[in-house]
């Protein structure tokens, strides 16, 4: 299960992201993996990704604890900016989510003249952003849609969590 979400442009400088649940290799728990790659090509109007697929330079896979996925949900829920920090070996890897404020034009229906009105207004976005060690950043902006799919993909990949942790403690299976 994931959610996949690609944001490629003609200036060959997109990235992709997929947000999804695996299993920790220790413990067998649910956790969450965050794929992220670099747009490869841009070829009358579509960006292609599959090209960087085995390039380490132009891909990252983070993995989240459940307290990060419960921050992820905690900032983008109250609207504030959450980093964290991961090292394995070499290799450090910083984790940003920063919230602002996207320009949208906004179509209402205006009852008294019967038509639909144009206006800027501002709405709620959040920017994503995973930087390897050496410099390479991962930059994803996220749709207030987007924003709540990913807190309720997080609050279900809790909800296994602790299933999975309740199985485990009882002899009886959890059916709840």
Not at 76 to 83: D, F, L, P, T, V
Not at 97 to 111: A, F, G, H, Q
Not at 131 to 157: D, N, Q
């Amino acid at each position: 299960m994931s959610i996949q979400i690609y944001k490629p442009n003609k200036n060959n400088t997109g990235f992709g992201f997929s947000f999804s649940i695996g299993r920790d290799k220790k413990s067998g728990e649910p956790v969450l993996f965050t794929n992220a790659i670099a747009q490869y090509s841009w070829n009358n109007g579509s960006g292609t990704f599959q090209g960087n697929s085995s390039n380490p330079d132009k891909t990252v896979t983070v993995k989240f604890n459940e307290f990060e996925c419960g921050a992820i949900i905690n900032a983008i829920s109250n609207r504030y900016e959450w980093a964290t920090f991961h090292k394995s070996g070499d290799s450090k890897t910083t984790i940003k989510l920063t919230p602002w404020d996207k320009v949208s034009t906004i179509k209402s229906y205006d009852s008294k003249t019967k038509d639909f009105v144009e206006s800027k207004q501002t709405i709620p976005a959040f920017g994503f952003t995973i930087s390897k060690s050496g410099g390479t950043s991962f930059k994803l902006s996220l749709e207030p849609g987007e924003c709540t799919c990913i807190v309720a993909f997080l609050k279900g990949l809790l909800n296994r969590i602790y299933r999975h942790r309740f199985d485990k403690s009882y002899t009886e299976p959890f059916d709840g």
